[in-house]
């Protein structure tokens, strides 16, 4: 009886540990999910017919979700019986690579972990660099079915794709070296490269071009490395990276759009196509004033990034200020600053929203101010407790005895060790801003009406429910996938940045 516990545990512990496992069983769930929704949407239930291109996509959906099945019915028997996974069923991820042609991120990234026995975070830097230049080209690929398309879009798609094949190049040659190899000086070229395709706005360019350098000045020294630490509890962490990975495609097609979407699309009226329903050349259908809804989408992807980010930033900075000070002087700097500042968070912030954009007028501009000045009180006081806390550590009496002022302990030695609370926070509480801006847009009292934002989009599309349903639900959807994104980002970074995980 006992035997057979610990047997149990032990095969418990191998599925458990494995994060190859963990991501193929995310996969397999979110498959089955999708291919669901699709069979859902496939059918007309007011002609009682099957719509025959959905109907298609829902067949590859549903052959990839029964292979991913088989995949990880074989990943659970080898980690059961031989505590690893063979090298036959790590070969077939390869199949489900294909997957990347129908969209299915979750099955493709879980297939290129499957792959790789030894990985590096420069690995799946790579992987996600790759997978968001594919989806770009792939979504500005869809103007190729409208009537007309921005005079640069050709160019455009022409340089996104030989991004894409350098990506391909970089993401073999990350491949040859796992965590442990060290790297040659002529990966500085790679890393360079990287960091200047972040034009195109894939942040993950970018982090594996730091990634690469970072790694390059640290080989031979020994200690601990937060950089590493962090990214390698995030990226087993699927629900995380997939948020992380939805806001990156997002800041990048937003910036992609300005070249490969005609922005005359999204904001002048063609009344020859009302309400049209979606379709190739309007993936998404038109809006009442003839205006493609898959392109207001898009443009309005840019101020919702804007708007969210700018309005965390800003109370970040100012808040993260206050509280420091507020924190390290105490006594009467710290009741003089706390009060004032309760004063401002006994305000609801969508009421002091309302009265400034009221008083000021509705602008983009006077929005970000609005939703700033409402959150200052609240990081204000996350960092005042962790400055607090940081401040009875060792290292602040040590730079106190060696003559450093105040300001120096401040900025150089406390803040920095105080910006993990603020880092969580912060991502938490974007899509809270991203609904507010939505909201206020809504009413009426956001971004200007003629502006493609997606409180607006809602607003128009509310109108015809009954109708035109996909009218509000596309861009109702476009809101909450970037919501859960920073909301499942938070969660993985609270988890990534806990310290109780660098004692286990």
């Not at 097609?253 to 904001?267: K, P, Q």
Request: net charge positive; glycine share 6%; proline share 3%.
């Amino acid at each position: 009886m006992t035997k057979s516990s610990s047997l149990t545990q032990e095969m418990r512990f191998r599925l458990k540990s494995s994060h190859e496992y963990s991501q193929a069983s995310f996969a397999w769930i979110t498959s089955v999910l999708l291919t669901l929704l699709l069979l859902l949407n496939s059918y007309d239930w007011s002609g009682q017919a099957f719509k025959p291109f959905i109907a298609g996509v829902t067949g590859i959906y549903l052959f990839f979700t029964l292979i991913q099945s088989l995949l990880l019915i074989q990943i659970r028997q080898d980690l059961i019986q031989r505590g690893v996974i063979r090298v036959l069923t790590r070969r077939l991820a390869w199949v489900q690579l294909l997957a990347a042609l129908t969209g299915n991120i979750f099955i493709v990234t879980a297939a290129f972990h499957l792959i790789r026995k030894r990985k590096s975070i420069e690995y799946t830097f790579a992987v996600y660099a790759l997978l968001t230049q594919l989806f770009v080209i792939g979504v500005s690929a869809l103007n190729v079915f409208k009537p007309y398309v921005a005079d640069t879009f050709l160019p455009s798609m022409a340089a996104l794709l030989c991004i894409l094949v350098m990506n391909l190049i970089v993401l073999i040659i990350v491949s040859r070296y796992d965590a442990t190899s060290p790297l040659p000086r002529w990966m500085m070229v790679v890393g360079a490269v990287m960091i200047v395709s972040v034009i195109t706005g894939n942040v993950f360019a970018l982090l594996l071009g730091i990634s690469i350098f970072r790694r390059l000045r640290r080989q031979g020294r020994h200690g601990t490395n937060f950089w590493n630490d962090l990214w390698e509890r995030l990226a087993p962490n699927m629900t995380a990276m997939s948020g992380l990975f939805f806001i990156i495609f997002l800041f990048s097609i937003s910036i992609c759009s300005f070249f490969t979407f005609d922005y005359s699309m999204a904001v002048e009226n063609n009344y020859s196509v009302l309400l049209q329903s979606p379709s190739l050349a309007y993936p998404l259908g038109t809006d009442d004033f003839g205006r493609c809804l898959f392109s207001r989408i898009v443009f309005g992807a840019r101020i919702s990034l804007i708007v969210g980010l700018m309005s965390t930033l800003i109370p970040v900075v100012i808040g993260g200020v206050l509280g420091a000070f507020s924190g390290f002087y105490g006594r009467h700097t710290d009741n003089l600053i706390m009060r004032l500042l309760d004063i401002l968070y006994a305000i609801p912030g969508i009421l002091l929203a309302i009265a400034i954009i009221a008083a000021f007028g509705a602008n983009t501009v006077n929005l970000i101010v609005a939703l700033s000045l409402g959150s200052i009180p609240t990081y204000a006081r996350t960092m005042r407790a962790s400055v607090l806390y940081v401040s009875t550590f060792e290292f602040v009496e040590a730079a106190r005895a060696l003559g450093y002022t105040n300001r120096t302990i401040i900025f150089k030695h406390i803040i920095p060790n105080s910006l993990a609370p603020m880092i969580i926070k912060s991502t938490l509480t974007i899509g809270g801003a991203v609904i507010a801006t939505s909201s206020l847009s809504y009413l009426g009292l956001g971004v200007e009406p003629h502006i493609p934002e997606w409180g607006n989009i809602l607003k128009l599309g509310s109108t015809y429910l009954e109708t035109h349903s996909y009218l509000a639900i596309y861009p109702g959807l476009a809101i909450i996938l970037l919501v859960l994104s920073f909301n499942f980002l938070g969660d993985g970074l609270r988890d990534a940045l806990d310290p109780k995980l660098e004692k286990a």
